[in-house]
């Protein structure tokens, strides 16, 4: 196990609903990250945040929002959900913004469905 | 073009065999290039990272680069059954830890 923790591990969502995911980082680690897998498809970045800002964003919508606090923890937010945001939601974290070492450490990822 | 690309597969093997699992990337900016592992209904692990051109070996994995070709690998000797998963190519085209993968290769590896 990586000492990430995402919660819920599962959730049923309806279109238009709006979806609060949650990430507690590896103890040590500064730098959260986000994915989307969708099903049979690689992971694709949503954001990264360090130091409770975010420090780059992939391309995705507006309406995919995040936030990182003091103690590195993360949430992800999606608002307006569409059937295509169904997938597995991965949380990531790292250690330093330019210090990469080479691995990220993955939870183990919040499944979405919408319906 | 999608900036990483990889065989869907499966890619079936028989036990004790060399799987060899090929990736392309499309930036030559990529400066670091990562295989991931990953079992179904889990998350990725990572497996092994190169830099640099060449071969890079740990255990009965061996990652090969060849950046002029723009061209990962990744090579499993003795494969076993248990190796059976999704792997995943990855490339950071910057120092940060923000990677692209690609859709990963589905391996199968039959006793």
């Known amino acids: 196990e990586t000492g990430v923790t995402q919660s819920p591990t599962h959730l049923i969502k309806t279109r238009g609903q709006q979806v609060t995911l949650r990430c507690s980082s590896q103890?040590?680690?500064?730098?959260v990250s986000w994915y989307q897998q969708a099903l049979g498809q690689g992971p694709q970045f949503i954001f990264q945040y360090y130091r409770e800002e975010e420090n780059g964003r992939g391309n995705f919508p507006p309406r995919f929002s995040g936030l990182q606090f003091p103690n590195y923890s993360s949430e992800l937010n999606v608002n307006a959900l569409e059937l295509d945001d169904s997938a597995l939601y991965l949380c990531a974290s790292s250690w330093g913004q330019g210090a990469f070492t080479g691995e990220l450490f993955f939870g183990e990822g919040s499944r979405l469905t919408v319906l | 073009q999608k900036e990483v690309e990889q065989n869907s597969g499966p890619l079936s093997v028989p036990e004790g065999a060399i799987a060899s699992l090929n990736c392309t990337y499309s930036d030559r900016g990529s400066q670091s290039f990562f295989w991931y592992r990953q079992y179904s209904g889990k998350s990725p692990e990572l497996i092994m990272f190169i830099y640099s051109n060449g071969d890079k070996e740990d255990g009965r994995f061996t990652a090969q680069l060849n950046k002029a070709s723009q061209y990962v690998s990744l090579l499993i000797r003795d494969s076993q059954p248990s190796d059976s998963a999704t792997y995943l190519c990855a490339v950071n085209r910057g120092n940060t830890g923000k990677l692209i993968f690609g859709q990963g290769t589905t391996l199968q590896v039959k006793p």
């Open positions: 103890s040590g680690h500064n730098t």
